[in-house]
């Protein structure tokens, strides 16, 4: 039985996606519901599985191919493989490159370009002795000499390869890729940011004392009450954020063509990089969130975001934004908006200081706060405000269970 493979449906907000790797090859035995492709897109990289027991009959779009929701990818045969073989060695001849005696996975030819590898100097694993991606992989890992003739050409139908690695001479190395979806993506919201918006950032520094007390104090008793969820800084940054939404509600408004949105609750994203660029995961309805709520949301994010595990919706959506540059060792930054959002909280790097306290200098933990605002709808007096009562409840932390 034959069966079509589609790509996911992308929300509206994704208006297409590309083929990222495919992990299954035709004529190659797959379990039900094991991943076969990924599929990259602005936000997320999602997951195909196999509907059933069987194997890809073909292929229809290669790595690298943009490709619309609900697109049909590949078709797939249920049931034992042999039932599938002969249409598979078709497709597979079909899709694998020539080159001199060599025969190599679409994957492995725009890999071996991409690095300048000569291909006739590598070993094949796969079947018939053919080179895939693992091979040049390989290659590259233990320091593959580049070729110095021009890659073979590629049939005229096929477009043009990706950037090769450039050598100028010597050890003067240059390497060129292209930019991930994602990674162009951000880059697109980033500029969008800073050339429709009236962006300004104010800053203030808080004292971590208390809150690394009451942290040492009870992480143990937390993470065996919560079982296991460790205690961090930003739940209780978002707790206090949440909090201060309530008293300043313009900064966790949107503006929408001429109108303002008020939005009457709290979605906040909490910035996590990634190796293949930032994302926002976002916690639905932080204000109904506790501590080892928010704390074990934040880690599930930030191990799945690592993984490209994170669903669409899971990265759509929020009224407000915190990222943590302290993580890295930043000392003070300003954070760029995350649209249609009009505010964004930025944490930095805790560091002692000396500080004037009571007529005495005393050596304190201090952090930076940074907030990024939207001037056209948030006036500078709420800006402020808004980040003094933060500092005022990260300072007391009591503030933020009593509501004050």
Known sequence: MSIEIKAPQFPESVQDGSIATWHKQPGEAVSRDELIVDIETDKVVLEVVAPANGSIVEILKGEG????????????????????????????????????????????????????????????????????????????????????????????????????????????????VPMTRLRKRVAERLLEATSTTAMLTTFNEVDMGPVMELRAKYKDKFEKAHNGTRLGFMGFFVKAAVEALRRFPAVNASIDNDDIVYHGFQDIGVAVSTPKGLVVPVLRDAENMGLADVESTIRDYGLRARDGKLTMDEMTGGTFTITNGGVFGSLISTPI????????????????????????????????????YDHRLIDGKDAVQFLVAIKDMIEDPARILLEM
């Open 65 to 176: 191919e943009i490709i619309a929701s609900n697109e049909i990818i590949a078709r797939f045969a249920e049931g034992a493989v042999a039932a599938a073989s002969a249409a598979p060695a078709a497709a597979e001849a079909s899709a694998d490159v020539s080159v001199g005696e060599k025969l190599l996975s679409p994957a492995a030819r725009k890999l071996a370009e991409e690095n300048s590898i000569d291909v006739a100097q590598v070993s094949g694993t796969g079947k018939d002795g053919r080179i895939t991606k693992e091979d040049i992989v390989n290659r590259i890992k233990n320091g593959a000499p580049a070729v110095a003739a021009a890659a073979p050409s590629s049939p005229a139908s096929a477009p043009a390869p990706a950037p090769v690695v450039e050598v100028s001479g010597g050890d003067r190395v240059e390497k060129r």
């Open 337 to 372: 908006l995350n649209p249609p959002q009009t505010a964004i909280l930025g944490m930095h790097k805790i560091q002692d200081r000396p500080m004037a306290v009571n007529g005495e200098v005393k050596i304190l933990p201090m952090m930076y706060l940074a907030l990024s």
